[in-house]
């Protein structure tokens, strides 16, 4: 799949619900899907019966466009959960919720997956004292997180500081917003990733 040029609003409209993509337009009245709440196109108000493929397709998508990934990068991540122990499904979720980009965007550093990936490929996040700029890094259980120190002026970690505490931070997470830093204290379990996706859905694609 190569890299989407649309309007992110229409692919929160493909999947009916707000996949939060183009940070704080999604939380105001002017969100797309909050006048038209269906699919784009000429049939997108039209009737239809989805099939059990399809059902699972789609969820596969939605859970990629979240997180910003494309198709070739998704099906490593499930191979990579497959080979793991435990559910598959679960092990999914949480390597896409380890990813550095995702955890800028949830410690409340970014308003959109798609800002926290910049800000990471612009080499502005340390990760245990050294620059990291691939926004796919994978955390783990003890890292430290924090904006680089000639980056700490920069509008968005400005407005980051400003707003502290306006974001729920998820458990497994700690967020030090005077010292613009990010304690990983464990990786995150199912139980805590509030993404709304079916995962036993996308096993039940690959798996065919």
Same mark, same amino acid.
């Given at each position: 799949?190569?890299?989407? *040029?649309?309007?992110?609003?229409?692919?929160?409209? %493909?999947?009916?619900?707000?996949? &939060?993509?183009? !940070?704080?337009?999604?939380?105001?009245?002017?969100?797309?899907?909050?006048? %038209?709440?269906?699919?784009?196109?000429?049939?997108?108000?039209?009737? *239809?019966?989805?099939?059990? $493929?399809?059902?699972?397709?789609?969820?596969?998508?939605?859970?990629?466009?979240?997180?910003?990934?494309?198709?070739?990068? &998704?099906?490593?991540? $499930?191979?990579?959960?497959?080979?793991? *122990?435990?559910? *598959? !499904?679960?092990? /999914? /979720?949480?390597? =896409?919720?380890? @990813? /550095?980009?995702?955890?800028?965007?949830?410690?409340?550093?970014? +308003?959109? @997956?798609?800002?926290? %990936?910049? =800000?990471?490929?612009? !080499? +502005?996040?340390?990760?245990?004292?050294?620059?990291?700029?691939? #926004?796919? $890094?994978?955390?783990?259980?003890?890292?430290?997180?924090?904006?680089? #120190?000639?980056?700490?002026?920069?509008?968005? &970690?400005?407005?980051? %500081?400003?707003?502290?505490?306006? @974001?729920?931070?998820?458990?497994? =997470?700690?967020?030090?917003?005077?010292?613009?830093?990010?304690?990983? +204290?464990?990786?995150?379990?199912?139980?805590?990733?509030?993404?709304?996706?079916?995962?036993?859905?996308?096993?039940?694609?690959?798996?065919?």
């Amino acid at each position: 799949m190569g890299r989407y *040029t649309g309007a992110d609003c229409r692919r929160c409209r %493909r999947e009916k619900m707000k996949l &939060f993509l183009k !940070g704080s337009k999604c939380e105001s009245p002017k969100c797309p899907i909050e006048i %038209r709440p269906y699919p784009p196109g000429e049939h997108g108000r039209g009737r *239809t019966k989805d099939s059990e $493929y399809l059902l699972q397709k789609r969820e596969k998508q939605k859970c990629a466009r979240i997180y910003g990934v494309y198709e070739k990068q &998704f099906r490593s991540y $499930y191979e990579e959960a497959n080979r793991r *122990t435990g559910k *598959t !499904g679960e092990n /999914l /979720l949480q390597l =896409l919720e380890r @990813r /550095l980009d995702n955890v800028i965007y949830r410690a409340g550093w970014a +308003h959109s @997956r798609d800002q926290a %990936r910049q =800000l990471v490929s612009h !080499g +502005h996040i340390v990760v245990n004292g050294g620059k990291v700029d691939i #926004p796919s $890094y994978l955390v783990s259980e003890s890292d430290i997180v924090q904006v680089r #120190p000639a980056s700490l002026e920069l509008d968005p &970690f400005v407005i980051a %500081r400003a707003e502290a505490g306006s @974001r729920t931070v998820p458990a497994w =997470l700690e967020v030090i917003a005077n010292r613009m830093r990010i304690l990983v +204290h464990a990786l995150p379990s199912r139980g805590v990733i509030d993404t709304p996706v079916q995962e036993q859905l996308i096993v039940e694609l690959y798996s065919k």
